[in-house]
C-alpha cells in the first residue's frame, strides 16, 4: 500500500470546524483516499472517500488537492463524541487496510 | 453500510484453553473478512484474510496454527485462538467487505482477557 501521513495529534473546540490533514505523494493514479475513524473500545468506522472530487457526506467534507497529493477531512461542527483516532488510507487491490497510528482528534469543550 | 456483528463482546479465559470469536454480516454477503488486533493504545495490526470456501491468508508472523479461521458461509467467519496465553490479550475485531463496496465496515471487536 502506498504511504499516508498524519498528524500525531490535534485539539479542537466544541462546535468549531475540525480539519484532518492527509499526505499521500505517492499516490497513483486509481487509488481512492479512505477515511475511518475509532472511538475509543469500539471497532472502526468508515467516514468517506474520494478520487480527485471533492466529497460530502452527512458525516463529513472531503477535499482533495489537484495534485491528489494531500486532502482533509472536515468535520464541520466538531461535537465531544467526534473525538477518536482518524485514519486515512488509500485502496489497495488487496482490499487489505494497513492502519498507521492516525490522527488523534480531541474536542474540548 | 454493512452491518457486523461479533460474538462474544468480551471473554475471560484461562491459559491453554481455545476461544472462538463469530463474525457475522447481517445485511450483505461477503466473501471476504478481515481480523484484526489491537494492543492497549496501539493501532489496529491485520491478522488475516478470511475467504468463503477457502483457506485464509495470515499476514506475516502471525501463526495460522494457532489463530484458526473459518468462513464457512458468506455471511459468518470466525476466528479461534487457540491454546490462549496471557499475552494473546487484546482486542480482536473483524471487519467486511461486501460485494461491490470498496470500503471495510467494523464489527465492535472482541476483548480477549487470557488468565
Known amino acids: 500500500d502506498a504511504k499516508t501521513t498524519q498528524p500525531t495529534s490535534m485539539d479542537c473546540a466544541e462546535g468549531r470546524a475540525a480539519n484532518l490533514p492527509c499526505n499521500h505523494s505517492?499516490?497513483?493514479?486509481?487509488?481512492?483516499v479512505y477515511w475511518y475513524r475509532q472511538i475509543h473500545s469500539q471497532g472502526p468506522q468508515y467516514i468517506i472517500h474520494?478520487?480527485?472530487n471533492n466529497e460530502t457526506n452527512e458525516m463529513a467534507s472531503l477535499i482533495i488537492t489537484e495534485d491528489r497529493k494531500s486532502s482533509t477531512l472536515i468535520l464541520p461542527h466538531a461535537t465531544l463524541r467526534d473525538t477518536a483516532v482518524y485514519y486515512c488510507?488509500?485502496?489497495?487491490?488487496?482490499?487489505?487496510?494497513?492502519f498507521g497510528q492516525g490522527t488523534t482528534l480531541q474536542v474540548k469543550p | 453500510g454493512a452491518v457486523v456483528s461479533q460474538h462474544p463482546s468480551w471473554v475471560i479465559c484461562k491459559s491453554g484453553t481455545s476461544v472462538k470469536i463469530e463474525c457475522r454480516s447481517l445485511?450483505?454477503?461477503?466473501?471476504?473478512m478481515f481480523w484484526y488486533r489491537q494492543f492497549p493504545k496501539q493501532s489496529l495490526m491485520l491478522m488475516a484474510t478470511?475467504?468463503?470456501?477457502?483457506?485464509?491468508?495470515?499476514e506475516q508472523g502471525v501463526e495460522k496454527d494457532k489463530f484458526l479461521i473459518n468462513h464457512a458461509s458468506l455471511t459468518l467467519s470466525t476466528l479461534t485462538v487457540t491454546s490462549a496465553h496471557p499475552e494473546d490479550s487484546s482486542f480482536y475485531i473483524c471487519?467486511?467487505?461486501?460485494?461491490?463496496?470498496?470500503?471495510?465496515?467494523f464489527g465492535p471487536g472482541t476483548r480477549l482477557t487470557v488468565l
Open positions: 471487519s467486511v467487505r461486501p460485494l461491490s463496496y470498496n470500503e471495510q465496515f
Open positions: 505517492t499516490i497513483s493514479g486509481n487509488e481512492y
Open positions: 474520494g478520487l480527485k
Open positions: 488510507h488509500l485502496s489497495s487491490n488487496t482490499g487489505k487496510l494497513i
Open positions: 445485511d450483505f454477503q461477503a466473501t471476504t
Open positions: 478470511s475467504n468463503e470456501g477457502s483457506k485464509a491468508t495470515h
